[in-house]
């Protein structure tokens, strides 16, 4: 149907005859002339008709032709008169002998270009229209190009893919399940898997040795705008390795997707303890593109009269390079954004290190030139910096100085979408308590293990014993996680039981697992990526739903299949269920 | 932990100190000598410890190791005095001074070597033991590489990988849908694909021109033994093609994985009709290792004084050549074979051409030397040959005879599994008639193109017009079909009327579709691969099961996690369903 794409033709190609096939984008007429833009996925081509030269049919129907109408052009490519050196095929156009309507389109709802006039919902209905705009569909290549380069990765360090099975068993543990009634045995569910840990640790024990698998997994959970009920994962298990190991092949394939996917030579990959993590950045995820790292005041700044200072558990304070011009306005406006609700801190303090040498602080009462002086050595503060000082109970401190830094990067331009920072947070603690239940959760999951010296501490002090676990961080976003796991049957009973399963729970939920635990069952550990979200990195965007063909809306719903839908009676009863919406 | 695997020390690595670690395969004590076989995925090396040279507490550990113990082990690589060249590792052996049990084994439910003792129940119960024989993992590695190579050869010829939804909107048409209640949007459901035909075809009006996807698909079907509730797909579609385009680049896929992962240079592709297939066959699928093709005998065989052969509708032969000697047992026994209730054949007429030129039927009474040497002309037989001749009515004759010429071509060692004979079958129906429903279904799918020059005979004779659709065969296992799809909304309609569906049906199922279609849709068509099947194929076994790493049995249960299975009261209420079986 076409001898070339709309995307290949160069002046050497000059003097062949061609037939193209594409997309309507534009339709030009002016003086006697007839232009053409003829768009598909791998480019635009000019075509040209001339009047007089050109029968007269041919310039109607070429004239008639509209937007996103899908036509096949015969003609002879010819070098332009006036070239185009932004488009690779600019050199050249088409000199048009023939055309053919394959399919006439209705004028779209939105427009078709890079920059469209389509709202949200509307491009959401229709998807298949968005996607066929240049800047969405290069979102989906790029994805393409990320599962490529990471198969060809781990099929070169010896992984084997394997597909495990999208129809399981439901589990009580962590997020909600989706479930399929099953026909066949009435009265019982599969679930769709959360993650196939499950299964990967068992194809650890059958000795598959390195497993990989970019898979799709389910979680029934209330949406935000950057989750969505089915994601995807690079989904990973390596048996006889330390965490080390794990590290080390998994910096590999970072590395190798940004060096081929993207032309960066990443740097190294950092490495902090969660500890530190928290101590000096407030949250487990830092962001590495700048420093602004916690300096803890309480020793410089207590004891001087202020009393909300002296009142505080914590007093933190972060030094932004060069921000000493900072107006009153902003800072004001600064003291009124640590103090929404979202944030919740009581206010703000800062100090102005001015190039002169001299400090200006909201706290001038109680502290002398000294004093903060003190404050700027604990800080690293310079002539010109500027210094934002929190206090407080300590976790919310943190918390709250975690943002602040986040919202000055932000706003001192610090956080370079083009520079990527990528780190590995270690050292996870094994147990998380939750208020709501009163117990403790895995803060990873149940067959995370224990590091060997805190496992007395799992009798005497929970909360404190260090998992085997680790994060891969880049630019503060958390892109993948894992950990050396359990592969004992004695010690994943007792993980279980700490996380408040009953034996018989514990059996009916993991028993084959355990049961496989006692019939060799190697060290092993893994890492699973979330891929939607490395691609949304890659390509420089917060929102994975970009990097998704057909996302659902917040919803869950497909608005533009319109599902999920009803389904009739006669379906309903085949698998033994009934509709059951309970009245408020 | 280890710095080496257990398949790869070579004499060239003698006298170096290495660590390894696996599963104890067996053990030998004999002699003073004990030998252990450390096997993991790379394969097995051997241990040797010594009496005197060893210390005693290291003798007691490893002749305490029972099978299936996961060790580590420390030594020195030492050229062997017996060598096994069976093994890659034959020529050396580690002299051991150290072993650690990572993990002891409980003794297994069965065997783990290529020949087991297992039942089908009880591996797949155990299936990650099952899994750890080398004959099992390896129809896996090489499913791995399947999947490998079918990217590499997509991504070469620009298809673009894009994953559809997993959850999507239940149709009434093809088989059954597994479906999902959603609790965000009670009374509602999601369906799981039976394949993603809709959002391919919408991705080529979105322009995307190439795509694929190896993707998992489902089907609510009762189970053979060859067929899963899951199963995987290459998935594959394209725009601006004619059927020509896309036979060649799919008979290319095959090409490459025939090279890159058998090695082995596939011959030409043959092509056929699903006419002639029907009729020198008897299926649409022919099994082209052997010959044997259908003669129509009535020209000759009527007329005779034969009323079997006078009645019949068709007389139809085949020739099995060299098969003379057949014994009157061994012919009797294929009489029996063919009146079966599966085939259902009334009786079996048979000719043998004796090596000396004479002629011996079971019908010797109506027909003479001469009659009978003309049916050996029509059948192409010579002396030594046997011919088979079935009769009566035209469709059920066909079938029977195809049956009874694969039985021939197995009994007759024709069927050679490392023989590879593929072939297009070409031109099939676009519809067939369901006695049961009193309707006409897609033979396809609703999707498929009528050929242009029989859309007329839609209302005049709807089961003659034939399809732009096309099966790939190999070896008379259907591997892959597709067609040129309907890319306008007026055929669509007039399609979706002809299946029985009224306007508002088509229009709630698939009024997304039809829309798509006016804003722009290209000309397209694709294909879909069954990967399992595939995968079989190529390693020349008949069960896809076996290149399932974790696949379900005949009631669609997962025995080994036992799965589907009840779930909880306060979940059902969640997702706004009951349970309501039938009381019978």
Request: aromatic share 10%; charged share 30%; glycine share 8%.
């Given at each position: 149907?076409?001898?070339?794409?709309?995307?290949?033709?160069?002046?050497?190609?000059?003097?062949?005859?061609?037939t193209?096939?594409?997309?309507?984008?534009?339709?030009?007429?002016?003086?006697?002339?007839?232009?053409?833009?003829?768009?598909?996925?791998?480019?635009?081509?000019?075509?040209?008709?001339?009047?007089?030269?050109t029968d007269?049919q041919l310039?109607?129907k070429?004239?008639?032709?509209?937007?996103?109408?899908?036509i096949q052009a015969k003609g002879?490519?010819?070098?332009?008169?006036?070239?185009?050196?932004?488009?690779?095929?600019?050199?050249?156009?088409?000199?048009v002998s023939a055309i053919e309507?394959?399919?006439?389109?209705?004028?779209?709802?939105?427009?078709?270009?890079?920059?469209?006039?389509?709202?949200?919902?509307?491009?959401?209905?229709?998807?298949?229209?968005?996607?066929?705009?240049?800047?969405?569909?290069?979102?989906?290549?790029?994805?393409?190009?990320?599962?490529?380069?990471?198969?060809?990765?781990?099929?070169?360090?010896?992984?084997?893919?394997?597909?495990?099975?999208?129809?399981?068993?439901?589990?009580?543990?962590?997020?909600?399940?989706?479930?399929?009634?099953?026909?066949?045995?009435?009265?019982?569910?599969?679930?769709?898997?959360?993650?196939?840990?499950?299964?990967?640790?068992?194809?650890?024990?059958?000795?598959?040795?390195?497993?990989?698998?970019?898979?799709?997994?389910?979680?029934?959970?209330?949406?935000?705008?950057?989750?969505?009920?089915?994601?995807?994962?690079?989904?990973?298990?390596?048996?006889?390795?330390?965490?080390?190991?794990?590290?080390?092949?998994?910096?590999?394939?970072?590395?190798?997707?940004?060096?081929?996917?993207?032309?960066?030579?990443?740097?190294?990959?950092?490495?902090?303890?969660?500890?530190?993590?928290?101590?000096?950045?407030?949250?487990?995820?830092?962001?590495?593109?700048?420093?602004?790292?916690?300096?803890?005041?309480?020793?410089?700044?207590?004891?001087?009269?202020?009393?909300?200072?002296?009142?505080?558990?914590?007093?933190?304070?972060?030094?932004?390079?060069?921000?000493?011009?900072?107006?009153?306005?902003?800072?004001?406006?600064?003291?009124?954004?640590?103090?929404?609700?979202?944030?919740?801190?009581?206010?703000?303090?800062?100090?102005?290190?001015?190039?002169?040498?001299?400090?200006?602080?909201?706290?001038?009462?109680?502290?002398?030139?000294?004093?903060?002086?003190?404050?700027?050595?604990?800080?690293?503060?310079?002539?010109?910096?500027?210094?934002?000082?929190?206090?407080?109970?300590?976790?919310?401190?943190?918390?709250?100085?975690?943002?602040?830094?986040?919202?000055?990067?932000?706003?001192?331009?610090?956080?370079?979408?083009?520079?990527?920072?990528?780190?590995?947070?270690?050292?996870?603690?094994?147990?998380?308590?939750?208020?709501?239940?009163?117990?403790?959760?895995?803060?990873?999951?149940?067959?995370?293990?224990?590091?060997?010296?805190?496992?007395?501490?799992?009798?005497?002090?929970?909360?404190?014993?260090?998992?085997?676990?680790?994060?891969?961080?880049?630019?503060?976003?958390?892109?993948?996680?894992?950990?050396?796991?359990?592969?004992?049957?004695?010690?994943?009973?007792?993980?279980?039981?700490?996380?408040?399963?009953?034996?018989?729970?514990?059996?009916?939920?993991?028993?084959?697992?355990?049961?496989?635990?006692?019939?060799?069952?190697?060290?092993?550990?893994?890492?699973?990526?979330?891929?939607?979200?490395?691609?949304?990195?890659?390509?420089?965007?917060?929102?994975?739903?970009?990097?998704?063909?057909?996302?659902?809306?917040?919803?869950?719903?497909?608005?533009?299949?319109?599902?999920?839908?009803?389904?009739?009676?006669?379906?309903?009863?085949?698998?033994?269920?009934?509709?059951?919406?309970?009245?408020?």
């Amino acid at each position: 149907m076409r001898t070339h794409t709309c995307g290949e033709l160069r002046i050497s190609d000059a003097n062949k005859e061609v037939t193209l096939a594409g997309w309507v984008q534009k339709v030009r007429n002016k003086g006697g002339l007839i232009w053409v833009d003829l768009r598909d996925r791998y480019g635009v081509t000019q075509l040209i008709l001339e009047e007089g030269s050109t029968d007269k049919q041919l310039l109607d129907k070429a004239a008639s032709l509209g937007r996103e109408f899908v036509i096949q052009a015969k003609g002879k490519v010819v070098e332009r008169a006036a070239k185009n050196d932004k488009m690779p095929t600019g050199d050249i156009e088409i000199r048009v002998s023939a055309i053919e309507v394959l399919n006439p389109a209705k004028v779209p709802p939105f427009i078709i270009e890079d920059e469209t006039d389509g709202g949200d919902e509307l491009r959401m209905k229709y998807r298949y229209l968005d996607l066929r705009r240049n800047v969405v569909r290069e979102k989906l290549q790029l994805r393409h190009r990320m599962m490529q380069e990471t198969r060809k990765y781990m099929d070169g360090q010896n992984f084997i893919e394997v597909e495990t099975p999208v129809l399981i068993k439901s589990t009580p543990e962590g997020a909600r399940d989706f479930v399929v009634p099953s026909r066949v045995n009435p009265g019982e569910f599969y679930a769709l898997p959360q993650s196939p840990q499950t299964f990967k640790q068992l194809l650890m024990v059958s000795g598959f040795d390195r497993y990989f698998q970019i898979v799709k997994c389910f979680r029934d959970e209330d949406l935000r705008a950057d989750r969505q009920p089915e994601f995807t994962q690079i989904d990973c298990e390596m048996s006889f390795v330390t965490q080390e190991d794990i590290l080390n092949t998994f910096e590999g394939l970072v590395r190798h997707l940004f060096r081929n996917v993207k032309g960066i030579e990443l740097e190294e990959v950092k490495r902090m303890t969660f500890a530190e993590a928290m101590k000096f950045y407030g949250n487990d995820k830092p962001d590495l593109r700048f420093d602004m790292k916690f300096a803890e005041l309480n020793s410089v700044a207590k004891g001087k009269g202020f009393s909300i200072f002296d009142q505080a558990e914590l007093i933190i304070g972060i030094c932004a390079k060069g921000a000493s011009e900072y107006t009153r306005k902003q800072l004001d406006e600064l003291t009124d954004w640590v103090k929404r609700p979202q944030i919740g801190a009581k206010g703000l303090v800062y100090v102005k290190f001015n190039t002169d040498g001299s400090l200006k602080s909201t706290v001038d009462k109680f502290y002398s030139q000294e004093d903060l002086k003190a404050w700027a050595d604990v800080m690293g503060a310079e002539p010109g910096d500027l210094m934002l000082v929190l206090s407080g109970d300590e976790k919310a401190t943190r918390k709250q100085m975690s943002e602040l830094r986040l919202k000055m990067g932000e706003d001192l331009g610090l956080r370079d979408k083009s520079v990527y920072k990528p780190l590995w947070v270690v050292d996870f603690p094994l147990l998380e308590w939750d208020e709501e239940t009163k117990r403790f959760h895995a803060m990873h999951h149940p067959f995370t293990s224990p590091k060997r010296e805190d496992i007395p501490m799992l009798e005497t002090d929970p909360g404190a014993v260090r998992a085997n676990a680790y994060d891969m961080v880049i630019n503060g976003v958390e892109i993948g996680g894992g950990s050396i796991r359990i592969h004992d049957r004695a010690t994943q009973q007792l993980m279980f039981k700490h996380l408040g399963f009953t034996d018989e729970e514990a059996q009916k939920q993991f028993g084959f697992l355990m049961e496989a635990f006692e019939y060799g069952a190697p060290p092993h550990g893994g890492i699973a990526f979330g891929f939607d979200r490395l691609c949304a990195i890659f390509g420089g965007s917060d929102s994975i739903r970009d990097y998704i063909a057909f996302p659902k809306n917040n919803s869950g719903r497909d608005v533009m299949i319109d599902s999920p839908s009803t389904i009739a009676e006669e379906q309903l009863k085949e698998l033994s269920i009934q509709v059951a919406i309970a009245t408020k």
